[in-house]
């Protein structure tokens, strides 16, 4: 048999075979992992990129109700909203506080729909109010903030009180001396705790909060200050008072 080197016609077209070989050999793994992970990060992109899409669809959506939600067109219905829900909230919370204290013996659905139509009624009287106050004292210096806080505390305050022991003077089947005794026994009582919470929460909702967003804050507020004073509110009445703007 000759060798390579005595037939170099033939023994270069061996040697170039078996580097084929070889390289064949040595990237067809390469190429092979290689179009795997290209495969396998397809999906994973489509996956992801679908994801996104969704997400952002999502918040779009979210943006254009909150900007419905809140327009001036909605803004009354958004804060009734609110304050229903909230007073809803409240009420279950101090309920559950005061069975979980023995004050109750179990939870009473009623009340909360009553102090739901409360929340209703005290929340379209401040709606109303925060739109006067807002277009008669425009502005947010010290001045202008420290007259709001005031007439607040003056004018709206004993107004939605009285209103919410009207309303749940109404939803109880009382009679009207009923409820002026009811008014004239705790109102006073509530009315002097405020002034040592609504101060300083108004301070905040005048100078920063947006008129827009300020019943919100208040109900925000409202719920927290309700559910710590749960106890002291029970003692005071069956029916809890809430903040609600």
């Not at 009734?80 to 829900?85: F, R």
């Not at 101090?94 to 004050?103: K, P, V």
């Not at 089947?173 to 040592?196: G, M, N, P, Q, S």
């Not at 301070?203 to 004073?229: A, E, K, M």
Request: a positive charge; one cysteine or more.
């Amino acid at each position: 048999m000759q060798s390579l080197r005595s037939c170099p016609a033939r023994g270069l077209i061996l040697s170039r075979a078996m580097r084929g070989q070889r390289s064949l050999r040595m990237s067809w793994p390469r190429r092979s992992g290689t179009a795997g992970g290209a495969g396998g990060a397809a999906p994973s992109g489509g996956t992801t990129s679908a994801t996104t899409t969704v997400g952002l669809g999502a918040l779009q959506k979210l943006r254009e109700w909150h900007a419905n939600a809140f327009s001036s067109r909605f803004l009354l219905f958004t804060n009734v909203g609110i304050s229903l829900t909230l007073s809803c909230v409240g009420d279950i919370l101090e309920q559950h506080l005061e069975i979980y204290c023995g004050e109750i013996e179990r939870f009473e659905s009623t009340r909360t729909a009553h102090m739901a139509t409360s929340g209703v009624t005290v929340g379209v009287i401040c709606h109303y109010w925060y739109k006067m106050l807002d277009k008669r004292l425009p502005g947010r210096s010290m001045r202008v903030v420290a007259k709001k806080i005031v007439l607040d505390q003056l004018i709206c305050s004993p107004i939605y009180i009285t209103a919410f022991f009207v309303t749940l003077g109404l939803l109880e089947r009382k009679d009207k001396h009923e409820v002026w005794e009811e008014i004239k026994e705790k109102a006073w009582k509530l009315y002097a705790a405020e002034w040592t919470v609504w101060p300083v929460a108004q301070f905040v909702n005048f100078y920063w909060v947006p008129t827009h967003y300020r019943i919100f804050y208040d109900n925000i507020i409202s719920l927290g200050y309700d559910v710590l004073t749960s106890k002291v509110k029970h003692k005071q009445s069956h029916s809890h008072l809430k903040k609600v703007p």
